[in-house]
């Protein structure tokens, strides 16, 4: 493990690093599947937009972005964020970015999850983590249900994405009492 931030059974959690950018990371932001319901892949991504992403996020307080990395090869396979990140109101915005498709549907984006949300009420002293995502985008709508969140409102024509004008659905998880 290089630099583990926190560690679960399968995946670790760790800053992002400029070696990251010899990976497959910049071709997940390029790739119109994988970034299918998020805001990416809109214009292409360089390397040099990289670069400056991950030098912006290793400085702010406002966002706690985090490369998601296999435990047994060290294989960052995808990014996990709680951004947006409001002290005052004790809430922030959870997203996730899982690149490698040859690892989608095994668990991975839902412990890596467990992790940071835990981290974000029990570190960051967050009382609500909230997501938005669309409609159409099941594997993050059971990923969402799978941690507690529930739907709290929709945003109606609210996304034009891939040639059609989709719902935003918001969810939120309020602090366990634990």
Not at 5 to 25: P, Q, T, W
Request: aromatic letters at 10%; charged letters at 25%.
């Amino acid at each position: 493990m290089k630099n583990p931030f926190l560690i679960g059974k399968n995946v670790y959690l760790r800053g992002l690093s400029k070696e990251d950018l010899e990976g497959n990371y910049i071709t997940w932001l390029n790739d119109g599947e994988v970034c299918a319901y998020s805001s990416h892949h809109v214009f292409p991504y360089s390397k040099e937009s990289a670069e400056t992403y991950i030098k912006s996020t290793s400085d702010s307080r406002a966002a706690l972005v985090l490369a998601m990395v296999l435990k047994e090869n060290d294989l960052h396979i995808g990014n996990i964020a709680l951004q947006n990140i409001d002290y005052i109101n004790r809430s922030a915005e959870f997203a996730i970015l899982l690149g490698e498709k040859d690892y989608w549907g095994r668990g991975y984006s839902k412990e890596a999850a467990i992790m940071l949300v835990k981290h974000g009420f029990t570190e960051l002293n967050l009382h609500r983590i909230y997501c938005g995502t669309t409609t159409e985008n099941i594997a993050m709508k059971k990923l969402a249900t799978s941690l507690g969140m529930v739907e709290e409102g929709r945003r109606r024509n609210a996304s034009f994405k891939r040639g059609h004008i989709s719902i935003l659905l918001n969810t939120v998880f309020l602090k366990p009492n634990y």
